[in-house]
T-cell receptor, first 114, second 115 residues
Framework: GDSVTQMEGPVTLSEEAFLTINCTYTATGYPSLFWYVQYPGEGLQLLLK?????DKGSNKGFEATYRKETTSFHLEKGSVQVSDSAVYFCALRVYGGSQGNLIFGKGTKLSVKP | NAGVTQTPKFQVLKTGQSMTLQCAQD?????MYWYRQDPGMGLRLIYYSASEGTTDKGEVPNGYNVSRLNKREFSLRLESAAPSQTSVYFCASSEAGQPRGYGYTFGSGTRLTVV
């Protein structure tokens, strides 16, 4: 079945450090890929997305590129801030499948220290 | 622009009590979902409703029931609460199928403790 695997956390970085959170997927169809972010005490918010191979999603300084050959969608940011401390979820959605539901990874907690 | 509204935000129940979690969306979405979030487990789908009048089980449906009251509202009921149901519950909504790249909109969650 469809699944998402992302690196386990927690990840602790100093402010202005480079961030990579790895995400790989398995899908029976041609998925769209997403990164969601959950700030403390809040619900999930869409951070960025990509709908086809080689697409790059970007938002708030975060980027991720849809790599079909490696079935990956790694999240990167060049210089993290304390305000980026949150839990990040990678997800996929296969449209036209049995239900087309979003499939989530288990989340990676990021803590950024000043 | 409210999006997805969940009530209540916090709740403490005693074992064996019942309660209903409410969810409403104002985006005219067809599909609605209930998830629970536990430490180290990510998000697990409890039930979903692909369209008004239909509901289906997700990954962890035991101990829960749902009602799709109308297109806007999707409620989750715990008939006899157990400590294992202590969790954070999220409701979400989405447009079904097209267009590609359409994700979910989430509510802010209900933090439930069963003692």
């Amino acid at each position: 079945g469809d699944s998402v695997t992302q690196m386990e956390g927690p990840v602790t970085l100093s402010e202005e450090a480079f961030l990579t959170i790895n995400c790989t997927y398995t899908a029976t169809g041609y998925p769209s890929l997403f990164w969601y972010v959950q700030y403390p005490g809040e619900g999930l918010q869409l951070l960025l997305k990509a709908t086809k191979a080689d697409d790059k999603g970007s938002n708030k300084g975060f980027e991720a590129t849809y790599r079909k050959e490696t079935t990956s969608f790694h999240l990167e940011k060049g210089s993290v801030q304390v305000s980026d401390s949150a839990v990040y979820f990678c997800a996929l959605r296969v449209y036209g499948g049995s239900q087309g539901n979003l499939i989530f990874g288990k989340g990676t907690k990021l803590s950024v220290k000043p | 622009n409210a999006g997805v509204t969940q009530t209540p935000k916090f709740q403490v129940l005693k074992t064996g009590q019942s309660m209903t979690l409410q969810c409403a969306q104002d985006m005219n979405h067809n599909s609605m979902y209930w998830y629970r979030q536990d430490p180290g487990m990510g998000l697990r789908l409890i039930y979903y409703s692909a369209s008004e009048g239909t509901t289906d089980k997700g990954e962890v449906p035991n101990g829960y029931n749902v009602s799709r009251l109308n297109k806007r509202e999707f409620s989750l009921r715990l008939e006899s609460a157990a400590p294992s149901q202590t969790s954070v519950y999220f409701c979400a909504s989405s447009e079904a199928g097209q267009p590609r790249g359409y994700g979910y909109t989430f509510g802010s969650g209900t933090r439930l403790t069963v003692v």
